[in-house]
């Protein structure tokens, strides 16, 4: 968590917004997006008490990015499911996965505050 604070916290709000999504982002690749959000939410909860903001949006952002799992098949069941039948490879996963990702993450940060304001 002090490492975090460092690197966004002085940064306001939406820096740390950011660093959170790309935080679960990077966690999901490997674990389920269910686990994901169990292990960042208490982190972006403290995030937002340490910052002096509301918790809501540091709590919305933690659900989009942990829904928002495109990067691996391991990271959501139905990537998993669809992984043989379609025939996708890790690779094609990667590819279509990280732009969409960095897409979600923009629109997450600029309007998740707009809808829960800080």
């Known amino acids: 968590m ?3 604070m460092d690197v966004a916290g002085g ?3 939406y820096l740390m917004l ?5 935080m679960c982002a990077a966690i ?5 997006n269910t686990a994901t959000a169990v292990l960042m939410a ?3 909860l403290a ?3 340490s910052m002096g903001v509301s918790p809501y949006p540091f709590a919305m952002v933690v659900a ?14 139905v990537n998993t499911l669809v992984l043989g039948p379609g ?17 979600v993450m923009v629109v997450c940060v600029l309007l998740i505050p707009v809808l829960f304001p800080f």
């Open 64 to 77: 989009m990015a942990a829904s928002a799992a495109f990067m691996t098949p391991v990271s959501s069941p």
């Open 11 to 13: 940064e306001g709000p």
């Open 47 to 49: 995030a937002a008490k």
């Open 87 to 103: 025939k996708y490879s890790f690779s094609d996963f990667v590819k279509i996965g990280v732009p969409f990702t960095i897409l």
């Open 42 to 44: 208490p982190i972006a």
């Open 2 to 4: 002090k490492g975090l």
């Open 28 to 32: 999901g690749l490997f674990i389920s």
């Open 18 to 22: 950011g660093c959170l999504f790309m």
